[in-house]
């Protein structure tokens, strides 16, 4: 019996056709807008996650005076034993490397022109092995641990000192002793980050020139870098428990701890395409309503005669329900398959992305394709033009028999 009310749903469907097909298509457009909406965000979740992970590790250990407020003077809330902390942290089988990290500022010459810096201090072999290319390399090259003294400079900076590898500097900054320092050193390349205003400050160094530079052998924290990004609370939690001794007392924190722009956009996003998902629904919802309104009216007189002759209105509703839900399940279901092939094709071929604010250069457009997003926005619809289209028949199949076969 269920199938022959299926049967008649689909039939029911095909008596006006270009206004079932004008409910399916915008079924169809509202469900791949959402479903394209919801995989760019969760495209750029994830690759600012993998991002903001890679720039400082899926763990940064630290001092809690390092993480809660500025410094006097440099590294003055450092590490002291790093090397013997990066021993005991590589014990754990989930870490692959510890990079060492001196952070400061001070000025860089050329001997006619001092520009502010924004100096880090690491260990390059290491920092590029684990983190990949992560700079855009303009010119000359990146350094290597067999380096004292070099420097890499930010595209910025390197145009305003007028600065080209192979070129000779000047470094100057506070001690941890407030005395003042310089160190001259060789621009080994000119890389870019992407972000402007950060080009025109960078300065990266060996964590040794650093550390001469400061007149200190701390550093101000050390990234861990895992596995996985899934292995990052089960070993923050090991590495918490075997560090509980160690004086003076360091933290751990996560990469989203750390990520004030992650959990920024994150909640932009969340807002933004939690509307429009929202509004989406709502129109497709009031389309298959709609389309289910009109066919309701029309078939008044037979939902009489049905009724005379013992189809019982629970019957006749079912029936209708079955009609909306073919309508927005179609459209949904046409809908998916669309936003997924739409999605694919994206990858085969690559749409390139004008830079977003702040940014020097773009991105490819990427849309994931996330089962459990297309499951429940497919099933949301489905349920949502039953539920729309029992509501609107309700009314009709419950009116007196003679006033239903009397309708004109």
Known sequence: MRLEWIRFAW????????????????????????????????????ALAQSSARTTGHLILATPAQFAGDEDVPAQHGITD????????????????????LVFSGLISNGDKSVVMMA???????????????LTVKSGRV?????????????????????????????????TEGALNAIDVTVAGVVSTGIAEMDARLVYTDVASAQRLLATDRVSSLGVFLSSMDATEPVRARLQAKLQSHQPALEIRSWIDQATFY?????????????????????????????????????TREVGAMRALGTSPVQLVRGFAIEGSMLGGLGALLGTLGAAALSIALL?????????????VGYALVMDIDPALYALTLIAMVLMATAASALVARRTVNQPIVDALGHV
């Open 11 to 46: 039939l029911n469907t095909l008596r006006n056709r270009r206004r079932s097909l004008v409910t399916v298509s915008i079924a169809a457009l509202g469900t791949a807008a959402i479903l394209l909406a919801g995989g760019f965000a969760l495209a750029t979740y994830q």
């Open 82 to 101: 790093a090397e013997a902390l990066t021993r005991d942290l590589l014990a754990d089988p989930d870490v692959r490397q510890v990079l060492p990290k």
């Open 120 to 134: 880090e201090g690491i260990a390059p072999d290491a920092e590029f092995a684990i983190k990949g290319p992560f």
């Open 143 to 175: 350094l290597s641990s067999a380096d004292s003294a070099q420097v890499m400079l930010g595209a910025g900076l390197a145009r305003s000192l007028k600065a080209e590898p192979g070129a000779g500097l000047t470094m100057l900054a506070s001690t």
């Open 263 to 299: 959990r920024s956009v994150r909640d932009l996003y969340n807002r933004i395409f939690g509307a429009l998902g929202g509004i989406l629904g709502v129109i497709v919802v009031f389309v298959v309503t709609n389309a289910m309104a009109m066919a309701v009216i029309e078939r």
């Open 348 to 360: 085969i071929f690559p749409v390139q992305m004008p830079p977003p604010p702040g940014r020097s």
